[in-house]
């Protein structure tokens, strides 16, 4: 296996999200807001890079929710493993805000790497950014893998994800493929590319009715020849309690952690 650089290794761990089509980002001294007005679940809409005094823990918790209210949207509080104060979780607590015990797994893969994809019979993927509908079939494709809320198919959420399909193509680092087996939505994959560092993959699901068939992993080695291309170091992921254990078998290696603490305080 490749050697992991240490430009890479240093963007798995800190790379910070930035403002662009679709996504506010508010940065202070103490954390850092990420708003996705047209993607309102919580996980895009997260308070992270939590760095306070302890006696300042009341006034973060305070102004976040404060910010999300006129949302009247749940958001997430992400730790990672630099959070200060490092009992923020413990405050969280007091707040009526619990970690479930999940933890996401902060992984890397160089891109020298090679992740072979067995071929799977009826299996198209094609770019889930190029038509209203490709993109919509991804996104329920993508909340069915996820067991997402139901997400209906009226106006506004259709024009909502126009919205958020067009931000996609205007940022112009982003990359959707969509999974189809014998024409049918199987599933969806993210990818976003910060050339030359790295490339973060993400959203990769694929429908229950759909997995152990290769599809999961033929995913991952498309977006891994897309990354190749752009010239990046390598490629960057957050690993759940289900994706983990595939990625590592494809040679990603855990190099951090991140825990999610649902607010549902301002829904």
């Known amino acids: 296996m490749p ?3 240490q430009a890479l290794l240093e963007f798995a761990k800190h790379h910070r999200t930035e403002a662009a089509p679709g996504v506010e980002v508010t940065v202070t001294p103490r954390y850092q807001i990420t708003l996705q007005p047209d993607f309102p679940i919580p996980g ?6 939590i760095r306070c005094r302890p006696d300042e823990v009341d006034e973060v918790i305070r102004e976040g929710r404060a910010a999300f209210a006129p949302h009247q949207q749940g958001f997430m509080w992400l730790l990672d493993p630099e959070t200060e104060p490092s009992d923020f979780g413990d405050c969280l607590d007091r707040y009526g805000v619990h970690w479930d015990g999940d933890e996401v797994a902060v992984m890397v893969l160089p891109i020298d790497a090679t992740v072979e994809a067995q071929e799977v019979a009826g299996l ?4 889930g950014l190029a038509t209203p509908e490709s993109f919509r079939s991804a996104d329920s494709a993508n909340a069915e893998a996820f067991e997402s809320p139901s997400r209906a198919d009226d106006h506004e959420r259709i024009a909502m994800l126009e919205r958020r399909r067009l931000d996609n193509l205007a940022a112009g680092n982003r990359r959707l493929l969509l999974a189809t087996m014998d024409g049918e939505p ?4 993210g990818l976003t590319l910060f050339p030359p560092a790295a490339a973060i993959l993400n959203g990769g699901a ?3 009715k759909f997995r152990g068939r290769g599809i999961y992993r033929a995913l991952v080695a498309a ?6 291309t752009a010239g990046v170091d390598g490629l960057c992921v957050w690993g759940g309690h289900m994706s983990a254990p595939i990625l590592t078998k494809l ?3 855990k190099v951090g952690w991140r825990r999610f603490y ?3 305080s301002t829904a």
């Not at 977006?223 to 190749?228: L, P, Q, V």
């Open 251 to 253: 040679g990603f290696e």
């Open 223 to 228: 977006r891994m020849e897309i990354a190749r």
């Open 44 to 49: 895009p809409n997260s308070i992270s890079w």
């Open 3 to 5: 050697a992991v650089s």
């Open 186 to 189: 199987a599933g969806s994959a």
């Open 262 to 264: 649902l607010d549902a």
């Open 124 to 127: 198209e993927l094609v770019d």
């Open 206 to 208: 694929v429908r229950p």
